[in-house]
């Protein structure tokens, strides 16, 4: 049965072949524990692992490989990233576009260490006004976290401006590229990014329990594990130097295996190519959902920066059913509800409603989004009164 998946905000499937080629030569041939042992074993999984760190080095245009820590998924880089950096009584600054893996960790601190949040509010399309992080700034802001691509509507912040802004007020940046990260051109000098948490099982093609935590070279954080990490054994601190720091704990070998696979895959692509696709197939879905009776779409006009996102409603009908009906009857697979960010649903009016979300990825095809469009032409057919 074909699956025509369009939830790859979510995870991206289905993974090339080289991923899970990688993957199972790793569990098969070579599965040792890295840098934990001298044999030729544990050198050779050490090595993926360092193979893996260069190719995401160049793909974000990171000077030393080592100021990536890998992660389990985006949510653990962030909060190493937020938990690490934060003081008591410090003043954060980020916006009403965040997924709750930010949103929730600012919450904890608020309660627990009397830090203060500041979250700006964006337009219904999710664009921020920059004027407003200058006039939000006070003594004690130490840090500015903002996706890089909200994950319900699909807009695109501009983060070399925010960056540079924060910069001249000594504030740090913490960027969630977990909707950009292999799909958006992200290159941390150039945009004057502090910390990067992305993802490696969305738009980079790794398997699922992979990630990771770019942080600048001037930034020692508290680490959010402490642990074995096979180096300094003899002391009984973590160590300083990066990346074992923030890697304590045998870490997902087999899954940055794979990483690596998609990493290079994204590169030899181009991501400049890659999201050139997906933006055109962005307008396709966004343009052909316009013209159907009923259905409202939500995020940046046609034309606009958009990810490979497009949320909508169909008048009617539940987010909910709708998605059932597109899985059952069309075997079509999206996300539906609430996506995670209540601050987002605020943002768009959906959060009485939730809405339908349909992301496309690197596989996807203008005969995919065909198909995608048919059905929901079929339910609005059903569903919306004349
Ligand atoms: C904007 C954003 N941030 C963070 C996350 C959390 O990512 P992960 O599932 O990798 O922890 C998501 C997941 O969809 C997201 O869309």
Not at 239 to 244: A, C, I, K, L, Q
Not at 321 to 337: H, K, P
Request: charged fraction near 20%; charge should be negative; glycine fraction near 10%.
């Amino acid at each position: 049965m074909t699956i025509y998946y369009f939830d790859h905000a979510a995870s991206s499937w289905p993974k090339p072949p080289e991923v899970i080629k990688a993957m199972a030569d790793c569990v098969e041939l070579y599965g040792a524990n890295p840098g934990r042992g001298g044999h030729r074993m544990a050198v050779q999984a050490s090595k993926i692992l360092f193979a893996a760190r260069a190719n995401l080095a160049k793909l974000f245009n990171i000077k030393n490989a080592n100021d990536i820590s890998f992660a389990l998924n985006t949510t653990a880089a962030l909060n190493q990233a937020i938990s690490g950096f934060v003081q008591p009584n410090d003043h954060v600054i980020s916006t009403s576009i965040e997924h709750n893996s930010v949103r929730r960790p600012l919450e904890y601190l608020k309660r627990t260490k009397q830090v203060e949040v500041t979250f700006l509010q964006t337009n219904e399309k999710g664009e921020l006004d920059l004027d407003d992080i200058v006039q939000a700034i006070r003594p004690n802001t130490s840090l500015l976290i903002c996706s890089h691509g909200s994950n319900l509507l699909g807009s695109i912040m501009p983060i070399a401006d925010i960056a540079e802004i924060c910069r001249k007020h000594g504030v740090k940046v913490l960027v969630d590229a977990a909707q950009t990260a292999g799909t958006y051109p992200i290159d941390v000098q150039a945009m004057g990014i502090d910390m990067l948490a992305f993802p490696g099982h969305k738009g980079l093609l790794g398997p699922q329990g992979t990630g990771g935590l770019y942080l600048a070279p001037d930034l020692v954080l508290e680490p959010h594990l402490h642990g074995g990490t096979g180096s300094q054994s003899e002391s009984i601190e973590q160590p300083t130097v990066r990346p074992d720091r923030y890697e304590a704990g045998t870490p997902n070998t087999p899954g940055i295996a794979g990483l690596n696979e998609g990493v290079k895959l994204i590169m030899q692509t181009g991501v400049a190519n890659i999201h050139h696709k997906e933006w055109q197939l962005s307008q396709q879905l966004l343009e052909g959902l316009q013209q159907i009776p009923g259905v409202k779409c939500f995020g940046p006009e046609l034309g606009e920066p958009r990810s490979g996102i497009v949320s909508f409603l169909i008048e009617g009908v539940e987010a909910s059913e709708a998605a059932f009906i597109l899985d059952q009857s069309f075997q079509i697979a999206v996300r539906a509800g609430y996506h995670c960010t209540p601050l987002g649903h605020e943002t768009a009016g959906t959060t009485d409603s939730g809405a339908v979300r349909s992301s496309v990825g690197f596989y996807t095809s203008k005969e995919d989004v065909d198909y995608f469009l048919s059905a929901i032409r079929e339910i609005s057919k059903h569903y919306v009164s004349k």
